[in-house]
Every structure is written in C-alpha cells, then in structure tokens.
C-alpha cells in the first residue's frame, strides 16, 4: 500500500455546517493529514500520510467527534486454498487494504470483508486477492455453491481413480519388498514412467499451489507436499538415470503420496459438502412455479417472475411460493421448516404466510407480500450462510499456529536431514526421514477443525428454528449460567384477555371498559390489545382522545371530553383508598395484571387481565436448571402478580415493577456478579437489555427486527429453544475442542515419529491425507444432534 493516499470518506450525522467544520478541524490536527468535509455530499477529502497516521486512528478521529462513518460488507467466493495457510495469507493481504477489516474462512471458501463505505469496491478486493496467487470472485445471493462443489469433486474423483491406476503397481513393488521378496520385478525405466505423470499431471495442483504461495511470500500444505514428493521423486530419477543399482528408488513414495493427498481432497470436499447440506434443504423447499391469479384466470408462472402484489393460490399439498396475506381460505399449514415445530399451525384470513411453507389442508388465497430474495426464507439462508461464514473466537489460536506451520515443519525437515547425516544415517535414508517429516505434517486439520463444526452446527440449529447470528454467538452461548427471561410471551402465551373488571365508584362496567379502550387505540401492547378485544366484544364505541401522554412503565393519559382520564398501573393511576387496595389483593393472588382506570385522578375501576403460562414453561425451566442455567424472571407487573408466575413456572429468582429502561442495568447487574448472562425477549422492547447481555436471544416468530439485531433469534416462541440453542452450542464446542485435540495431538506425535525414521513416507501422507477427513467427519456427528431429546455423538 502507498504511503501517501487520497481517499473520499463518507460522513454519517452532521447536521449542519458547524459538524463538518468541526471534523474537519480534528482530522487537520493528526501529523501527515490534509482534510476538507463537505457537509451537502456528506464526506472529507483526505490526504494522509500513512508514516504518522494510520487509517485506524484517522477513522476514530471521526468517531470521538461523534459522528459515524458508515460501513460497507462484502464476501467474496476464493478458490486455489489448500489450507489454513492460505486462509491466513489471503486475510493478511486483504487486511492491508485501506480500512479493510477481513475474515477468511477455509471451510466455506469465503472472505467477508468490511470497510468504510466507498473507500474499496470489489474489483479491488479481488485483484489484491488474486495478486496473492488465489482466485475470488464476488458472492452472489445463490449461496448454496452446491454445482461447483460437485464439479470439483467430480474432478478430484477422476485424478484419484487414473493415479490410483499408475501407483497400484509402484505400491505392489513396495509390498513386496517389505514381505521379504528380493529384486525389483518392475524395472525402473518402468517405475520413472509410471511415477512422471502422477507427479507432473496429476501432481500440478500442489506446484501450481506451492508456487502461487511462494509468490506471495507464504508458504501453505502444497509446499510441503510439492517439496516432499519432488524430493523422493528427484533421487529416485537421479539413481535411475545413473544407473545405481545398489541405491534404493522411492517413486513408490512420490506417487503414493500425491495419490492420498488427492484421495484425502476428494473425501474431504464430500464431507465439507455435507456441513453445508442445511442451506441446501432449505433452498430445496422453495418451489419452482407459482398459480397466479389473474383477472379470474390462473396462470402457472416460474417463482422469478413473482412480484409483490400478485395473487396466489395455493392447493393443498403444495408449498407456498411467497411471504404473504391469507385473503381467502383456510388451511393448516407445515410451518416446521422455520419454526422447528412439528406441529401444523391454522390459518384464515389475515394471517402471515411464508415461502417455503407446505399446505397440508385446505387451500389458501394469499396476495403476496415479499418475494424472491425478500422472503422470509431467503432471509434465513442469508443469516445461516454469513454465520456459518463467521470465525469463533475459540479459532485465534489455531489461525495463529497456522500462520507459522509450514515453515516450522519445513526447518524441521532440514533439521532432521542434517542430525540423521551427522548420526550417519546416510544421505538417502535421512532425506526419506526429513520426506516424512514433510508429509506427516497437515495445517488443514488444524483450519478446519472450527469451522467445519462451527457449519455443522449453525446448519442444524436453523433446521430447529434457532438461528445464531455468529460463531462467537455461537460459542458466547456455551457459556451462559444465568438465563433472564422476560414474562410476557416468552412464559406465557403472550395473549392476555381481560378476565374480569371491577367497578370502583358508581361507574357502569361498559363506562370503565369504554374509557380505557378509547385511550389505548392504536397501541400494539399485549395488554392494550386485550382491552380493545373486550370493548369490541362487548359492542362498546371508542371516544375522541385529545392530549394524549404516555409514561413508559407506568401508564398512559389523555382528555375525553371534560375529564381527564388515565389507565396504567394502580399506584400512578390515581389515589388508592383501603377497599381499593382490598381488590387489588385479591386479583394479584390470582396472578392478574392490573390496568386502573382514574377519571380526574379518582381510581373508577380496575381491569384484571390475565396472560396463561405456556405448558412447556415450567418444564423448560427444570431443563435449564438442570443443566446448569439459572433463570431469573424480569417483570413489569406488580409484585404479587409476579410471585405467582414464577411459582406457577418454577422460578425462584424473579424480579417486578423493572421499566423498561432499568431491564439493561439489571443484565449488568447480573455481570458485575461475575455471571454470563443471557437475556430472553422480543427483539424490539427489549433491545437494550438484549444488548447488554452476553447473549441476546429474541423470540417471536422470527419478525424480521428479531433476526437483524439479536445474537440468536428463536422462531418460535418456545423457552424449550433456548434449552436447544444452549445444548446445540455446548455439543458444537465440545466437537471442536475434539477436534482441536485430534489436530494437535496428530501433529505433535506425528512430526517427532517422522524425524526420528519411525514413518515410511507412505504411511506419512496417508496419515497427512486423512487428519483433515477425519476432523470434518467427527464435525459431521452433529448431524444427528436433536433438539429436546439431548445430543447424539
């Protein structure tokens, strides 16, 4: 990167004149920058000199004014990786791009870079990559990479077959010289011809590899491999070719090695394939055509052709092709491929419908809503598919190692070679020992040891209906000892209906009920809901409102004729007198939330409305506990009210009467005690709170809010999920914790056998070729993972 550059940087927040001059004057005072900020286009030009200020600090000069710079993401699909060398030189080399934060992950093949907006575009970041020696190209919404997978085991298929075919006999050769047989019955012209065009052909990935590396001033496992085999491979010519009939020839190594590697690559890009089989079905469930209506006819067009608005019938057995409004009809409908729930949920009109759901009974008239890339379904393929992209923190330290492996183990080689001459081992004997130090040594089991578990384990959770946003959420979640769980729709059903109202003064009961639904119009809180359904169902016409006023937490307020009228909890509501406090008594010990109704601050009456618990509440509880989560419940309702829920839920902890702003100062509460902390909600009213926790899960029916801002969104409103989502993340982090294990373990024994001649250089690359096999395999056990039944392998 040059020293000196000029870069536009977009400006977030200014209001004025007066913010740009301000910028403007903070970055002038770095060393080395020349800055002017334009308020109407909203950016600085700026000249920096990158020896005395760094983009960092420039862009948390911009930051500490309190303005924003706003950010830009994008992925790039990579090819020509090998293993997690190459991972760790392409996201090097894209991290020295101007503001450029990179993540690469060598299980997907993908790059996920963010910058400043309009500071890089793709065609930069591409050529950086493939400067590198690698190929990339920009990621589109067809995610599933399904057909270039297939393509290229296909091709590792058919390289494995033909050089299997030119090895078998250079291996027969082996055997039968370890069986004790004596002589050489194929003659070595005929070894040399066999060996070539394994190491030449079928072998030029690893020096097209080792070259692109060494070009870029890395070194990756084609290194190793490409160092190894032409090692055995060039004496073993050079003994030929002079005819040194007394020296052993090691083509049978070359050639076996190369041989297993590939063998190794094709397993490995099968397994791989497997990870990522989620995302396939889910795209699978999205139907090809749609039955569009169209004045009165219907029509068979392909789902592309879809557009917002359209009418769509849908029979039954048949999925539906688009996030929409049921108009007319009534069906059940399999909604288990975004919920998780087996169980058919009904629906009639005005009800939500999504893409990809299955109408088992009945057929519904749905006016279409979201199509294509907008859907519900594409939405969540997008989520899975950046999260399964997304690095665990538990990764640092296997990127870190990898990062110096193939030189490590390239000096270990030399060193072994070296000590073998000096001990007199001979020169041919101790150049197979540093061989087999060379191919022993595998940096791919080590790279994908995490991301291949962490895939796996994303996968299966999205096919539950629990979507985390990330790995780290992912790994975040393994940890949590303390679950907050908001009462209202995660321990109840979220559907309070109005149980009973009790008159307070000489105020007909229609009266109390008529005021508190005039002022709670428009409201889409639960309990304001509630009051609306029973004015409706009582036949009750709603009241102009005239300066209305809300309190958060306490109530809301407004004029209704001559008299204002307030309706929120009994304490602010208006006085409460002895006979008063008596109602309130009875109706909390029934486990009944309050709304009083006070008509210039006189109490008139009381409504009691009531929330039932959710059946698998308790029993989700008892789980959670049982594992080793304590979950505390947090309230706005009043204390008695609270007590019974909890009792009912089996809640020990709980807290009431929290406002809303007080629910993330509790969360800390909870930290400062040195607890990890979870936080349950509904993605909106709960956002601070979801924020301050270590893990923020968001429950309602996967709404749209709910899965752009929480770590982990449950899309059904089930505590059960969350006992799953913390049993998925604890099973996920002990695979890769295994594999992290097996990584090393195999490494730390294999390279020291090989150094001391203990290994044939054969056996070597087929331990090298099969490290990485089986780490994706044991990641592949958390396939038969099941929610609510505990973990399987």
Known sequence: ??????????????????????????????????????????????????????????????????????????????????????????????????????????????????????????????????????????????IDRGEERAAQMHSDRTQFVLSALLTLPLLAEMVAMMSGGHGEFLPRALQWLLATPVQFWFGRRFYKGAW???????????????????????????????????????????????????????????????????????????????????????????????????????????????????????????????TGESLPVEKAEGDRVYAATNVQDGTLKCRATSVGGQTQLAEIVRLVSAAQGSKAPIQRLADRIAGVFVPAVVSIAVLTFALSVALGTGVASSLINAIAVLVIACPCALGLATPTAVMVGIGRGAQHGILFRNAAALEHAEKIDVLVVDKTGTLTLGQPAVQQIVPCADLPVGRILQLAASLEQGSEHPLARAILRACQEAGETLLAVEDFGTEPGRGISGRIGDSRVRVGSPSWAGPVGAADEARIGEQAMLGRTLAAVSVDDRQVGLIAIADAIRPSSRLAVERLRQSGVEVVMMTGDNPATASVIAGLAGIERYRAQVLPQDKAAFVRELKQEGRHVAMVGDGVNDAPALAAADVGFAMGAGSHVAIETADVTIMHSDLLAVCDAIALSRATLSKIRQNLFFAFIYNIFGIPLAALGMLNPVVAGAAMAMSSVSVVSNSLLLRRWRGRAGVAG
């Open 1 to 142: 990167m040059d020293k000196h550059i000029d870069l536009s940087l977009p400006i977030g927040g200014m209001t004025c004149a007066a913010c740009a001059s301000r910028i403007e004057k903070q970055l002038n005072k770095r060393a080395g920058v020349s800055a002017s900020v334009n308020f109407a286009s909203e950016s600085a030009l700026i000249h920096v000199d990158l020896e005395q200020t760094s983009l960092t600090e420039l862009l948390a000069t911009v930051r500490k004014t309190g303005f924003t710079v706003p950010e830009s993401t994008i992925r790039l699909s990579l090819s020509g990786m090998s293993c997690a060398a190459c991972a760790a030189r392409i996201e090097k080399v894209l991290n020295r791009q101007p503001g450029a934060t990179a993540s690469v992950n060598v299980a997907t093949e993908v790059a996920e870079i963010r910058f400043p907006a309009g500071m890089l575009d793709a065609d930069t970041l591409i050529a950086a990559v493939e400067k590198a020696g690698y190929g990339a190209r920009l990621q589109t919404d067809a």
């Open 212 to 338: 692109h590396s060494l070009r870029g001033g890395a070194a990756n496992m084609d290194v190793l491999v490409a160092l190894g085999t032409t090692t055995a491979y060039g004496l073993s010519s050079v003994v030929t070719m002079f005819g040194w009939s007394e020296r052993h020839v090691y083509f049978e190594a070359s050639a076996a090695i190369i041989t297993l590697v590939i063998l190794g690559k094709w397993l490995e890009s099968r397994a791989k394939g497997k990870t990522s089989s989620a995302i396939a079905e889910l795209l699978k469930l999205q139907p090809r055509s749609a039955r569009v209506e169209v004045e009165g006819e219907l029509r068979e067009v392909p789902i592309t052709e879809l557009k917002t608005g359209d009418i769509v019938i849908v029979p039954h057995g048949e999925a539906i092709p688009v996030d929409g409004e049921v108009i007319a009809g009534r069906a059940a409908v399999d909604e288990s491929m975004l």
